[in-house]
DNA sequence: ATTTGGTGATAGCTTTTATCTATCAAAATA
DNA sequence: TATTTTGATAGATAAAAGCTATCACCAAAT
């Protein structure tokens, strides 16, 4: 039990009383002292003075009220008490022994759990190639993926929230630390039997008039389907809006409309091609960037660099005919 | 892990390396900057000034080699490490509650587990009386009892292996802490069909000619035994050495020969007293005097003393009539 | 009985560590 | 733009840990 009280700052001192406080210095000694039952021999052991131990042994049996040992001339013996104390005081040791050995463990590697935000329109479809390369890499590095939309994305990293994200560009946040990845076309598709399937890319204002499904307004994609729909003359759906691609590819299976669907997905996932048509606008391709995110003053950032590094280089050897690696 | 080196006395230095070592307070400032993420805050409600919690948190980084938060003018975050290390810190501090919660409740009453000594020919026979009124007094006091003759008794007092011990007297060592509690009679003990069992006491001239049996050399009994019988011409039978009184007891009822045995052995075991007969000699009563003994520089002697005081009171409330209380 | 060696304790001093005040630079907020 | 708040740094002070020298006491050896 530790008890606080705050400084009286008229005052050039401080009252702080920490009640009964041994220190880890102190229960080695104890520890010591125990184990040889000699004040002398347990001072070489330790490298410090037989007096300088004497006091330490003294100060802590002041602060705990009792004493420890048995004293005499004959030699010395652990008291009653101070058997009852010692697995306790030992179980101190060894908690200590833990955090030391696992603060070396934690220097010597990436040996920890970073959490990090994905897009679900990117999570799903990206990770499955890139992980289980990565952990051939760095075989103990753990990543504890949650997916977010990217605004919120952002807005977490900067709480603290996750640690690194993945994210498309460009960046809310200018005091970010952003490594760019890759450019993920955009691809456009239609049913199978659309007027518009018969050809190979479609140029954009083939798209006038067309009914054009779109995720809800907070993901990033919404916002360049807007734009491209304003300018070519295509009706952008509100009414249904999807909240998952897949929702929105079983739609455009049953004649509701055309869409515009990243390329990894599609690579990922569409494996009847006969049921829709993919194909790219030929004048205006539609892309978008990704980047691994981190706050700039992140103690793993020179860690957070070299796993963009591994990413890059693992997107190319994978995913080289899906998406553009940017060097 | 630690390591030690020697101290090299020519140099009025000494080099110690206890690698990595955080102290309490490190460890407690550490929580309180985890749970605030703002070091203003966190040294206001651990009574110290913002430098000297910013000097100790960057001390515990540079032992263990890398960052626990974060830092920015925007506020501070614990780091991926930091979040690692601190279930782990938070373990040492536990660990160090509870000493400090046991040193507490120690210090508070005799709540410790005494190792005690005494002879097998009283402690089951005396204990059993006395152990649960001793216990109302201390609800919380554990004696640990364990048996053992009686010079090997006071060996092992010395040698810390008991704190403290019940035992006939003269003590063996004249540096031990001594308080003699009561007087036990020595009985005689013949076979109901004795020539000897018809009368009262037996005049110690009587036993000339009797074969009397013992228990082995090392138990105190054995000497006085052994006295009496070369002072009236009895038979010390030295073949039929019986390793307990209840097998002594057993010889006498087979005729094998009769023997002395302690009051309170008699007082609590002989419940079938047709088998036997049993008084005292009438010229020269046997008597063993027994006393509670330990160390005189233990830390409880003062509550030794106590416990004499104690069984004192147990055993003329409750023997009264088997043995005499020495006050 | 005396001498020697070993035990833990104490006094006075030095070194190291923890803490303070004063102030800084940088960023956020008003 | 001015003010407030953040964590960091410099220089100084106080407290704690450690040292050497020596003590009293007891056990062991002679």
Redesign the pocket.
Known sequence: MIAFIY?N??????I?I?KNKP?I??LI?FEA?AS????????QSL?????????????LEQQIGFQL?E??????LLSVQGRELLPLAKKILEANDAFLDTADWIKNGPVTTFKMGVPPTLGPYLLPSVLPELHKQYDELKLYVREAPPKLLQQQLLDGEFDLILSPLPAASS?LAIQPLFIEPIKFVVPADHKLASSGDVSASQIAGENVLTLEEQHYLHRQVQDICQQFGANLMRDFEGTSLDTLRQMIVMGLGVAFLPGLYIHSEMHRPEALHVCELRDIPISRKHALIWRPKSPSRVFFRELASQFREIIKDRLDKVVTVIE
Chains 1, 2 share one sequence.
């Open positions: 400084q700052t008229n005052v050039n001192q401080r702080q920490i220190t210095k102190q000694y002292v040889t039952l000699n004040f002398r021999q347990a001072a490298g410090i003075t037989q007096p300088t131990l004497t006091l330490q042994i003294n100060s040992f004293r005499s001339r004959s030699g010395t005091e």
